[in-house]
Antibody
Framework: EVQLVESGGGLVQPGRSLRLSCTAS????????MSWVRQAPGKGLEWVGF??????????EYAASVKGRFTISRDDSKSIAYLQMNSLKTEDTAVYYC??????????WGKGTTVTVSS | EIVMTQSPATLSVSPGERATLSCRAS??????LAWYQQKPGQAPRLLIY???TRATGIPARFSGSGSGTEFTLTISSLQSEDFAVYYC??????????FGQGTKVEIK
């Protein structure tokens, strides 16, 4: 079964950092680009960024709202994608979803992990 | 950045009736458009990609149409499990990938 499982969410103070992980199973992780999408409480979906597969350079793209603060990386040997979030703001509070890109629509979604930025 | 606008914001439909949801792009996205369904407390699920191709396991009552700037998602006969929020997403011009604000389909 194709599956994505996010972890690492929690409560963090403004200005601090947090790293989310997305563990994939059921498919050849290294063959796919991976993306992060977030959803603030009661709001719609917002694309955060994505990382291409190594075959396409493993390069990354980010939304303007997180560029320079968030970094996406991947470890194909472990089938894990990461979202490193620095200088967190209260407006980063959201459920963060990991998705597989096909490209560039999102055909597999994890259940999400909740990040709350508050003092 | 391409802005995606969905209408209506809320659609009230009786079970068994047809639902028609609209999505408009601020500039042409060709057929590079996807639709997702999200039920309360759940992650979104891919319904349609390429504007009209159903994803694996999606029932035939869901259909997508359109190209360029105007797109439609039609649910031919609403079932109880179809009451949810639906999002469109363009992937023609990126970054950024952009979503519409969603249409909530509720029971009339």
């Amino acid at each position: 079964e194709v599956q994505l499982v996010e972890s690492g969410g929690g409560l963090v103070q403004p200005g601090r950092s947090l790293r989310l992980s997305c563990t994939a199973s059921g498919f050849t992780f290294g063959d796919y680009a991976m993306s992060w999408v977030r959803q603030a409480p009661g709001k719609g979906l917002e694309w955060v960024g994505f990382i291409r597969s190594k075959a396409y350079g493993g390069t990354t793209e980010y939304a303007a709202s997180v560029k320079g603060r968030f970094t996406i990386s991947r470890d194909d040997s472990k089938s894990i994608a990461y979202l490193q979030m620095n200088s967190l703001k209260t407006e980063d509070t959201a459920v963060y979803y990991c998705t597989r890109l096909r490209p560039y629509y999102m055909d597999v979604w994890g259940k999400g992990t909740t990040v709350t930025v508050s003092s | 950045e391409i802005v995606m606008t969905q209408s209506p914001a809320t659609l009230s439909v009786s079970p068994g009736e047809r639902a028609t949801l609209s999505c408009r792009a601020s500039q042409s996205v060709s057929s590079n458009l996807a639709w997702y369904q999200q039920k309360p407390g759940q992650a979104p699920r891919l319904l349609i990609y390429g504007a009209s191709t159903r994803a694996t396991g999606i029932p035939a009552r869901f259909s997508g149409s359109g190209s360029g700037t105007e797109f439609t998602l039609t649910i031919s006969s609403l079932q109880s499990e179809d009451f949810a929020v639906y999002y469109c997403q363009q992937y023609n011009n990126w970054p950024p990938v952009t979503f519409g604000q969603g249409t909530k389909v509720e029971i009339k």
